[in-house]
């Protein structure tokens, strides 16, 4: 099968699209993210062989899964919704909410070792788990070529650092408003049109803010239900007046990554705008008429050709060094 190609074209456009210049390392090498992509898909890095990152993160749903939350490999019940991966190596917070991660490559700690729920269950086995992919001779020879400053180490370290490389490689640059915006042209389809216009005038680009349809930054949207498990950040910071503060999630592909919210609580957009509370928000809510030309403008976020990109998907060769 032909070799996908690709990547290192899409990884300079997201440089230009996001100004990302200056914290693009050039650690980000074609191999590395090779390696990455392949440990994306791989279930070998489960403890039990049984899931991948892509079990939850499915490129064609924008890198969610449409379910309102995956269980682990043990069936513990998730915790949150599976968010998109959409241009995610622009943003600095990761998960719903959570300001203390830093990186993609300390995020991925997160699916492979927590235990609070587990999901991949690597905890405890770490070098077990390590094991498969250092005497596999395929890996072998990727991790020498990835890592060559430092031995061909095969690690946690390591294996985070090519996973995160081929995350940042995963942009959406190409959706219609992506195109209408570079020509300066209107959206072809008039109700997206108005929609774009409402999406400005409402105050949604106030936290959504493009390019990234999300400002990266923690908002309470919502009241706290009595005894609802999940603070968000208050978790993280232990400060009251964090709680109840999730990070604004991009709307990216937003037709493709249903259900909607942080716990997945609802199924279309129009139920996740009514969730947000005019008295938190400073925003007012949108009338009927209105909601439907902001669904028809997030419509035209749905990029096609992220969602299709063989660059992302399940490599199709058994080994991306070739002999
Ligand atoms: C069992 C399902 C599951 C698996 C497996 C999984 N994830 Fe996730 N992922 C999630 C959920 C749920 C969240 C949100 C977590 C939260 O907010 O606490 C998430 C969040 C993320 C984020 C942050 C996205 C954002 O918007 O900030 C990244 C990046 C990510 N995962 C990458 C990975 C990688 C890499 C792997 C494999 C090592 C992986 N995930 C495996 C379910 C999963
Ligand atoms: C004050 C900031 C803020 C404003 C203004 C705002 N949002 Fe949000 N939005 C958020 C946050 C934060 C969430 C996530 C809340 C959660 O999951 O607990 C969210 C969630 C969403 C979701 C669900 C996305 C997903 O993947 O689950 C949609 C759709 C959405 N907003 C659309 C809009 C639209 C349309 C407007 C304007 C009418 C708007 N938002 C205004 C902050 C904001």
Redesign the pocket.
């Known amino acids: 099968m032909a070799r996908p190609v690709q990547p290192v074209a899409a990884l300079t456009l997201s440089v230009v699209a996001f100004g990302l210049a200056a914290t693009m390392a050039p650690a980000e090498t074609q191999i590395r993210i090779d390696l990455g992509r392949k440990l ?1 898909y791989d279930a070998d ?1 489960s403890f039990t062989g049984t ?3 892509a ?3 499915e490129q064609w749903h924008g890198f969610t899964d449409n379910n309102r ?4 490999i043990y069936d513990d019940p ?8 959409a241009n ?1 190596g622009a ?1 600095k917070n ?5 300001n203390s991660l830093g990186t ?1 490559q300390r ?2 700690r ?3 070792l927590g235990t609070a729920p587990i ?2 269950g690597v905890s405890g086995h770490e070098d077990e788990v390590v094991a498969r992919f250092a005497t596999d001779p395929c890996y072998d020879k990727v991790f020498a070529a990835a890592f060559p400053e430092r031995g061909g180490e095969v690690s946690l370290d390591t294996i985070t650092l090519a ?1 995160a490389a081929f ?1 940042k490689a995963i942009v959406s640059t190409d959706s219609a408003w992506d195109k209408a915006e570079a020509s300066g042209a209107a959206l072809a389809n008039p109700t997206a049109e108005r929609g774009r216009k409402l999406f400005a005038e409402k105050g949604c680009a106030s936290c959504h803010t493009p390019p990234l349809f999300s400002d990266d930054a923690f908002h309470k949207v919502t009241e706290l239900k009595e005894g609802e498990a999940d603070a968000g950040l208050g978790d993280v910071t232990g400060k009251a007046e964090d709680r109840g503060m999730f990070r604004t999630p991009s709307l990216r592909n937003a037709a493709m990554t249903f259900p909607y919210w ?1 716990d997945g609580r609802v199924e279309t957009i129009t139920e996740a705008i009514a969730l947000h509370d005019p008295a938190l928000t400073g925003q007012p809510q949108p009338t009927g008429n209105e909601v439907a030309a902001l669904i028809a403008f997030l419509g035209s976020l749905t990029d096609h050709t992220m969602l299709e990109n063989p660059a992302y998907a399940l490599p199709p060769e058994a080994c991306p060094l070739k002999p």
């Open positions: 994306f890095l899931m991948a990152c079990t939850c993160h939350g995956h269980p682990g998730a915790k949150r919704n599976v968010p998109g991966l995610i943003f990761f998960t719903w909410a959570d993609l995020q991925a997160n699916p492979l999901e991949m996973l995350e942080h």
